[in-house]
């Protein structure tokens, strides 16, 4: 059984979890408020992240920032994320193809990641933002990940995930959820319409790796309005093939058996 995690450390990664795009400079009374935590306590853990370098404070608002630590992480985290290295190429391909916004995600935990994105060159269209996380019973990306992961490993998952809805189209019964991913499974691409954004539409194939698991996920994601049927039969095509091409360049031999259920 692993250890719990230290209270000091919990308080600090809480702090950190604070910094997002939209909020990237804060100052103490804002990360108490985000943390319950005291002004005084929150006052005195972000001075030391600054002192080691994972904060920036500016000198003139006092407000703190993400410091260089974190990029220094950010850029081993993402030598080592093959799969991105590999996928941008094939994901410029697809993006001149569909002028749709085209993401990439792995699965950390039972999340994915969006660790890849091109931008839709429409004037309308969907932001996949880069780090954002996402619940994986939501959207065709996260639904290709349940699809293909080892049966015991996808019940483990469901078994501890709440099926919230995130609108008035997100799965919430575990069994249509099932009949959804065996569906999947077969057709071998997921479709999402309004799932976790209600405007909203996705197409997501899965990408393996050399052992024959689904290590990532792709998607093309805009506007519902511009997602028909023809489209999506259209994508679902354009996509199977990008990833069957990043699969085989990731080690992922198509005759060999993957290890579904």
């Not at 230290?6 to 979890?17: E, K, T, V």
């Not at 500016?58 to 950010?74: E, F, H, I, K, Q």
């Amino acid at each position: 059984m692993s250890a719990e995690p230290s209270p000091i450390l919990q308080r600090a990664f809480a702090i950190l979890d604070c910094f997002t795009q939209d909020a990237p400079e804060l100052g103490v009374r804002e990360v108490a408020r985000l943390t319950g935590l005291s002004s005084s306590a929150a006052g005195r853990i972000l001075a030391s992240l600054k002192d080691l370098g994972v904060l920036h404070q500016n000198p003139d608002t006092r407000t703190y920032a993400l410091g260089s630590r974190v990029l220094t992480w950010a850029g081993i985290y993402s030598a080592v994320l093959d799969v991105r290295s590999v996928a941008i190429g094939p994901m410029q391909e697809l993006q001149r193809r569909t002028r749709e916004t085209i993401s990439l995600y792995i699965m950390e935990g039972g999340e994915r990641v969006c660790v890849e994105r091109l931008e839709s060159t429409e004037n309308v269209r969907i932001v996949a933002r880069i780090g954002r996380r996402l619940p994986l019973y939501a959207g065709s990306a996260g639904k290709v990940f349940l699809a293909f992961l080892p049966a015991a490993r996808r019940d483990e998952i469901l078994d501890r995930t709440e099926l919230r809805p995130l609108t008035e189209r997100t799965f919430i019964n575990r069994d249509a959820l099932l009949a959804e991913l065996q569906k999947i499974r077969q057709q071998g691409y997921a479709v999402s319409c309004g799932e976790w954004i209600l405007e909203a539409s996705g197409v997501a194939a899965p990408i393996f790796d050399s052992a024959g698991q689904v290590c990532a996920a792709l998607t093309i994601s805009g506007p519902t309005q511009r997602f028909t049927l023809d489209t999506i039969t259209r994508y679902a095509n354009e996509i199977q093939n990008i990833a069957a091409d990043i699969s085989q360049q990731m080690g992922y031999n198509p005759r060999s058996k993957r290890n579904l259920p």
